[in-house]
């Protein structure tokens, strides 16, 4: 099983990147999918995550300094999960990691998808750096 991250780079203040996570090795499609980043001297934070919930359902979440600037989607087809990350600032700039929590149901979903403990694969993170 194997996450892969990719899309970083440097970008200045205002500009967009777009980071994508390729899964391997199984089906992620029912599961939990996040996006965590880490800022030098930082402690990891959750971003984003995103969870199939059936037909053209999906549920997302957004931790609050990127709400109306980011947006997750997945393919499932292709195991993929996508972060558009739109009117970037110099305080976005962290390594950038996919996680997925299989086996993970909607409720805890719900209740615990900002958590990185709940997440079971990790990717090797990807770097944005945004200039002021």
């Known amino acids: 099983v194997q996450l892969q991250a990719s899309g970083g780079g440097f970008v200045q203040a205002g500009g967009s990147l777009r980071l994508s996570c390729a899964a391997s090795?199984?089906?992620?499609?029912?599961?939990?999918m996040g996006w965590f980043r880490q800022a030098p001297g930082k402690e990891r934070e959750f971003v984003s995550s995103?969870?199939?919930?059936?037909?053209?359902?999906?549920?997302?979440y957004y931790t609050e300094s990127v709400k109306g600037r980011f947006t997750i989607s997945r393919d499932n087809a292709k195991n993929t999960v996508y972060l558009q990350m739109n009117s970037l600032k110099p305080e976005d700039t962290a390594a950038y990691y996919c996680?997925?929590?299989?086996?993970?149901?909607?409720?805890?979903?719900?209740?615990?998808?900002?958590?990185?403990?709940?997440?079971?694969?990790w990717g090797q993170g990807t770097l944005v750096t945004v200039s002021s």
């Open positions: 996680a997925a929590a299989v086996n993970q149901n909607m409720r805890t979903y719900i209740a615990r998808h900002s958590y990185s403990d709940e997440y079971d694969y």
């Open positions: 995103i969870k199939w919930g059936g037909g053209s359902t999906y549920h997302t």
């Open positions: 090795g199984r089906t992620f499609s029912t599961s939990g």
